[in-house]
T-cell receptor, first 115, second 116 residues
Framework: KAGVTQTPRYLIKTRGQQVTLSCSPISGHRSVSWYQQTPGQGLQFLFEYFSETQRNKGNFPGRFSGRQFSNSRSEMNVSTLELGDSALYLC??????????????FGPGTRLTVT | GDSVTQMEGPVTLSEEAFLTINCTYTATGYPSLFWYVQYPGEGLQLLLKATKADDKGSNKGFEATYRKETTSFHLEKGSVQVSDSAVYFCALSDRGSGGSNYKLTFGKGTLLTVNP
């Protein structure tokens, strides 16, 4: 079974621009979560989607948004980029159900550099 | 809120040495506990998990036991290899009001370097 895929792998943008990142979950997984990883703040939760609905959101400004499609693929968008948005953005998918233990499976990430 | 505290390292060991990375947590509900590993330039890989008190997770020679009384989930390996060099993250997943697990809360990670 194919793992979580993320595109693009690397991205360079200029301050003020916007960016869209894409994530395809493991087949059959309906929950998709996004995380931001930086050297200073570590891994921080952005949001989680299930069946096209955002179920949980972390403490990020409204410039960070996401959505999920009917095939469970997800996108996240960052508008008006700032230098501090430079990070590795990780997508994770999980198999829903109370018996699953809650483990999430991560993609390789998108490395975003804002100049 | 939920939090995870792990020894930050870095940790440097010789091959075949014993490894312990400490992890303690704070959670309001009934969390599942995980160890993830990240190799350079890659995403996170699930190393092992435990979903209830006294469970022991194990994989590739690594072990961790869910200790509710001490709110701990320490990672151990009896004999490390050079290939184990990576960053290790302790994490918890707490069930929301709907009974499903919504998000992972991570520790800051521990860099392990194993020298031949």
């Amino acid at each position: 079974k194919a793992g979580v895929t993320q595109t693009p792998r690397y991205l360079i943008k200029t301050r003020g621009q916007q960016v869209t990142l894409s994530c395809s979950p493991i087949s059959g997984h309906r929950s998709v979560s996004w995380y931001q990883q930086t050297p200073g703040q570590g891994l921080q939760f952005l949001f989680e989607y299930f069946s096209e609905t955002q179920r949980n959101k972390g403490n990020f400004p409204g410039r960070f948004s996401g959505r999920q499609f009917s095939n469970s693929r997800s996108e996240m968008n960052v508008s008006t980029l700032e230098l501090g948005d430079s990070a590795l953005y990780l997508c994770a998918s999980s198999l829903e159900g109370t018996g699953t233990g809650g483990e999430q499976y991560f993609g390789p990430g998108t490395r975003l550099t804002v100049t | 809120g939920d939090s995870v505290t792990q020894m930050e390292g870095p940790v440097t060991l010789s091959e075949e040495a014993f490894l312990t990375i400490n992890c303690t947590y704070t959670a309001t509900g009934y969390p599942s506990l995980f160890w993830y590993v990240q190799y350079p330039g890659e995403g996170l890989q699930l190393l092992l998990k435990a979903t209830k008190a006294d469970d022991k997770g194990s994989n590739k020679g690594f072990e961790a036991t869910y200790r509710k009384e001490t709110t701990s989930f320490h990672l151990e390996k009896g004999s490390v290899q050079v290939s184990d060099s990576a960053v290790y993250f302790c994490a918890l997943s707490d069930r929301g009001s709907g009974g499903s697990n919504y998000k992972l809360t991570f520790g800051k990670g521990t860099l392990l370097t194993v020298n031949p």
